[in-house]
């Protein structure tokens, strides 16, 4: 497949088409993870209706073949602990008094910490080898972790954001995305969260006052345009 550079397309948004170089473009992955889509994860445990999330999976895996396809790096994420905790702020710990947190046993093995099952991204997402997967101790994915000097090696520009949960996760990453100069277009239909009115508003926050922190798309029009670069680089 030929390099696509010197050409611009774009992606269908909201608030306006924002152009995009595919080498130039990462699709985000953020934290698909066992615990917060499985019925029988931590997520269910807390009382959290784990379908409104798993509604993301299968948009998201079509994002994903189509971003494959197309040579974009693609980047997954996940929340969690090193085992012996000692990544995890006692704030962070303590939040919710919760009788089973962070680190104790919970259904798929200790909550959140890395190396345990309910740790893992979900089966259907599944990163695929050569996929870097940053492992994040915050609520963002920059904090503490890798990702901007990956981001910065590669060149990248723009993200394509899916994942969970949207106002948590997904924001507080997009936000850090934004102030460090990256243009972020994040997919409704691949984002969930445990609250619907949080996702209605939390989308509409992203791309009010010409798009504060960044654009709104969905997978069919982000697939329709990586498959307009991928045809371009065949050529
Ligand atoms: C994520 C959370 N991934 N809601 N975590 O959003 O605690």
């Known amino acids: 497949m030929g390099e696509v550079t010197g050409h611009e397309f774009h992606f269908d948004a909201e608030p306006y088409p924002l152009k995009f170089s595919p080498a130039e473009t990462a699709l985000v992955v953020i934290d698909m993870q066992r615990d917060f889509l499985e019925a029988g994860g931590f997520g269910e445990m807390l009382g959290n209706d784990v379908s409104l999330l798993r509604g993301a999976i299968k948009p998201t895996k079509a994002v994903l073949d189509a971003a494959r396809e197309c040579g974009l790096l693609v980047i997954h994420t996940r929340e969690g602990h090193a085992p012996d905790l000692s990544d995890a702020p006692a704030s962070k710990l303590a939040r919710g008094n919760l009788e089973t947190g962070i680190g ?126 991928t045809s371009v680089a065949a050529q």
């Open 104 to 229: 104790d046993e919970g259904p798929m093995g200790r909550i959140l910490i890395q190396g345990q099952p309910g740790h893992d991204i979900v089966p259907e997402l599944a990163p695929a080898a050569g996929e870097p997967v940053i492992d994040k101790p915050g609520k963002g994915a920059f904090y503490s972790t890798e990702l901007g000097k990956l981001l910065e090696t590669n060149k990248i520009r723009t993200l394509v954001v899916c994942g969970v949960t949207t106002e948590v996760c997904v924001h507080t990453t997009v936000r850090e995305a934004n102030d460090r100069g990256y243009e972020c277009l994040v997919l409704a239909d691949c984002v969930g969260s445990y609250f619907p009115e949080f996702q209605r508003v939390a989308l509409e926050m992203i791309k009010a006052q010409g798009g504060i922190f960044g654009w709104v798309g969905d997978s069919a029009s982000a697939i329709s345009a990586l498959r307009a670069a």
